[in-house]
């Protein structure tokens, strides 16, 4: 894991000097970015009360400190006695002179079309949609699906919703409809926001089928906001999004909140069950972000930041929220990465002067192994890049430095759903190994424990946070049981993350894959018990199993194990094109299987649970670990004469 001192990326003085982080630590009155960083674990109170204003976080009622935890480290209260809106932080630089008139949003369609706001005309539009979305009804605490493709209007959309109280529900523009009734239905979503549709590599991709048949099984769905082509009409009984959009300014200020009420919660899948709903707040979420995008990634106004991302996942609001709060201009692009060819992402750099930009390993890898293409357009504005979402080898981490970025420095970025921004990332102050992470985030108490609960330097263990952080989940929507169970059981006091990490004897940090059974393909979150229990639908199926592998291209691959019911005699290859046709139908096409395997009998445990740590490490070749609690031994011969013979 050292690597060649050579691949070891290295400020020089200008960057030390100019770099965002280093005039936050000499606001402090310390000599460097690793004092800075002592102090946010020794004395995190000010550092954050500090923080906030070097932030220029905008406050109705400024808090009366950083913290209280009467009811436990596990629900923490932060900034109690403030009273707040993260947006007013946004709408601060649209009515500041000094930044007014710069670009706040640039969106690319895949047809090429551009549309752009300045900051002013970004904060009269969030004004205008908020006045609109108070007309109809939507208020302070009302939940709000939003289904829509990145751009103009889900950046507005998202403000707005957050400006008037409302909790915002982000879904996937590629989720199914029992994909996006799961997650509608806990949070008991009165209105959603979706898109007609879009285009993807050129065809039009509709959308007002699935979310239609969504809506009729959510009763409390009592308005669908649809924004629509220009030309195309709104569907019927819906309200038209560019309607909501001309609403007159009503003047009215965004909602007071407390730094604890939720502005957004965003399902993310788990090993079992239904998806778990992170719930985050108008003093967590914005402000970890605000805090990542000065510290880790460098950002501040004039800075032109391009992190293509769908609006349903977390990075879709980390993207808009680390651009907006910080000033700079954010660069939507909605469509294929490599459509019309993999020129795409190197035009798009060198369209809108793009001086930050982010992608996952998944499309970096697409990007190496077409690089002629992918390197044709001019990338010389940019100065950072930004990788997260899952693991990144070094050979592609390179790759992204010195070729697409000409050896700008690439900063790895990892925390989660659950936890808004970073446990562990890099700073621009410090060298970079490649694939590794220069720092834990300040004010995050990280730590790798080993099965005891230990701490271990140079050993793989638990990635875990030693006490209550900003920008961790409030808890899960309307369950804190399982919150307790996920996050902060296996170790007393200790958030343990479910990721494998190596801490350096140099402070550094190396990531090694999740040590529970949740997938991620193309650096989308899915839960296996999400897509066993869509396959179960199938009348000719007894039982499932999903687990995903490494992938060259997509970082893991889904691979799906079945049962078929007693007395079945169809075909094997038919059955195996059925299932993987009928997960891609139900959870969307960027989840369809790239196996199906049918077996006689699934490892599970005495008391009948599927073992799927054990197929996935038949499948990946790793030794199997303690089988102890193994009642069918004779399933793993079967599975193990499945992958010998390739079938």
């Known amino acids: 894991m050292a690597g060649d001192e ?59 400190g950083y913290v209280r935890f009467d009811r436990g480290p596990e629900f923490p209260d932060w900034f109690p006695g403030g009273e707040l809106n993260w947006v007013d932080t946004v709408l601060a630089w649209c009515a500041d002179p000094r930044t007014s008139g710069n670009r706040a949003v640039v969106a690319e369609r895949e047809d090429g079309a551009v549309r752009s706001l300045t900051f002013a005309e970004l904060g009269a539009a969030v004004r205008r949609f908020a006045a609109g979305l108070r007309a109809l009804g939507v208020k302070r605490g009302d939940r709000v699906g939003l289904l829509t493709e990145n751009g103009v209007e889900a950046t507005v959309s998202l403000l707005a919703l957050s400006c008037v109280g409302a909790i915002v529900v982000p879904l996937f523009s590629g989720f199914g409809t029992d994909a996006i009734v799961s997650r509608l239905e806990p949070s008991g979503v009165s209105t959603l926001i979706a898109t007609t549709g879009f285009d993807r590599r050129g065809k039009r991709v509709d959308l007002v089928g699935p979310v239609r048949e969504a809506a009729s099984q959510l009763p409390s769905i009592g308005r669908i906001i649809w924004k629509s082509v220009e030309g195309e009409p709104v569907p019927a009984g819906g309200t038209g999004w560019h309607e909501v959009a001309l609403t007159v300014d009503d003047g009215m200020p965004a909602e007071r909140m407390s730094p604890s009420d939720p502005f957004m919660v965003i399902y993310t899948s788990g090993t079992t069950g239904k998806p778990k709903g992170a719930v985050h707040t108008h003093g967590g979420f914005p402000l970890k972000i605000a805090h990542d995008s000065l510290v880790h990634f460098n950002v501040g106004p004039g800075k032109v930041y391009c992190w293509p991302a769908d609006m349903g996942w977390i990075a879709g609001t980390l993207v808009l929220a680390s651009a907006l709060l910080r000033g700079a201009t954010l660069v939507c692009y909605d469509g294929a990465p490599d459509y019309p060819d993999w020129s795409r992402m190197s035009r798009v750099v060198e369209r809108h002067g793009v001086t930050h930009y982010g992608s996952a390993p998944t499309l970096i890898r697409g990007l190496a192994a077409n690089e002629a293409l992918a390197l044709s357009g001019d990338r010389s504005t940019v100065e950072l890049l930004i990788t997260a979402g899952e693991g990144i080898d070094p050979e592609h981490f390179l790759w992204f430095q010195r070729r697409f970025g000409t050896d700008a420095p690439v900063i790895n970025y990892t925390g989660g759903t659950e936890v808004s921004g970073a446990l562990l990332s890099s700073v621009v102050v410090k060298p970079i190994r490649p694939a590794g992470f220069n720092t834990g985030s300040p004010g995050v108490d990280v730590v790798v424990l080993d099965a005891e609960g230990r701490p271990v330097i140079g050993e793989v263990g638990e990635l875990s946070v030693r006490r209550a952080f900003v920008g961790m989940t409030q808890s899960f929507w309307q369950d804190d049981e399982r919150y307790l169970d996920s996050y902060w059981r296996t170790v007393p006091a200790t958030w343990v993350h479910g990721d494998l990490a190596m801490e350096m004897e140099d402070g550094s940090f190396f990531m090694l894959g999740r040590s529970d059974d949740t997938l991620k393909v193309a650096g989308k979150r899915l839960g296996p018990a999400e897509v066993e229990e869509v396959v179960l639908e199938l009348e000719a199926v007894s039982e499932a199993a999903a687990i995903g592998v490494p992938d060259a291209t997509k970082g893991e691959k889904l691979i799906v194990f079945v049962i078929a019911m007693p007395g079945w005699s169809g075909d094997e290859e038919q059955l195996g094109d059925t299932v993987a046709a009928h997960v891609a139908d139900r959870l969307g096409k960027p989840f369809k299987p790239s196996r199906v395997h049918l077996v006689r009998q699934l490892p599970k445990t005495r008391s009948s649970k599927v073992m799927r740590r054990v197929i996935k490490r038949i499948w990946t070749g790793q030794p199997l670990g303690d089988l102890s609690a193994l009642d069918n031994p004779g399933a793993i011969d079967e599975l193990q004469s499945v992958k010998a013979e390739g079938r």
């Open 6 to 64: 050579r691949d070891i990326w290295r400020p020089d003085d200008r960057e030390i000097e100019q770099a965002e982080v280093t005039a936050l630590a000499r606001a402090f009155g310390v000599e460097d970015y690793d004092a800075l960083h002592r102090v946010s674990l020794e004395r995190p109170g000010d550092y954050w009360m500090r923080v906030i204003d070097a932030l220029g976080i905008v406050w109705s009622r400024r808090p009366d």
